[in-house]
């Protein structure tokens, strides 16, 4: 599964008033994240990712990603477990002149094929994995 949302950052969007929207995501893990920053953002476009008002991405806190004509992407295996499963995606710009739009994408595995690929190898996770390629069912 991936779910993705876009962001328009306004010219001159400062770090203490950033713009922020919602990307809706579901019960399972977070294997995959990518943020697209399109030509001209020059790394003037500054982009975290929240779950529950806590930085997850980057780890760092104070940290954030910037690039230009460049799609920032990385696995990773974050846990959305309980309610809510929305991240927010925080934006702002350093003084630019033009707005600019970025791209954010999370690729997620349900919870038992990602326990099954991660390591917690039960049965229903092999089923769950099997089902997912077509693979029939069965343990």
């Not at 499963?85 to 003084?95: K, Q, S």
């Not at 917690?120 to 077509?134: D, E, I, P, V, Y």
Request: proline share 5%; glycine share 10%.
């Amino acid at each position: 599964m991936f779910y993705e949302t876009s962001l328009a950052v306004p010219a001159g969007t400062p770090a203490d008033a950033p713009v922020e929207t919602e990307l809706h995501a579901t019960h399972g893990v977070i294997t995959r994240v990518e943020i697209e920053f399109n030509p001209g953002c020059t790394q003037m476009v500054h982009v975290v990712l929240l779950h529950m008002n806590h930085q997850v991405w980057p780890t760092n806190p104070g940290g954030d990603f910037a690039s230009d004509s460049h799609v920032v992407g990385f696995d990773d295996y974050y846990e959305l477990f309980d309610v809510p499963y929305d991240l927010v995606v925080r934006a702002w710009t350093d003084g630019t002149d033009y707005d600019h739009d970025i791209r954010v994408r999370v690729g997620m595995l349900s919870q038992e094929v990602a326990e099954y690929i991660y390591g917690k190898r039960t049965a229903s996770g092999l089923a769950a994995l099997q089902q997912a390629f077509g693979l029939g069912g069965g343990s």
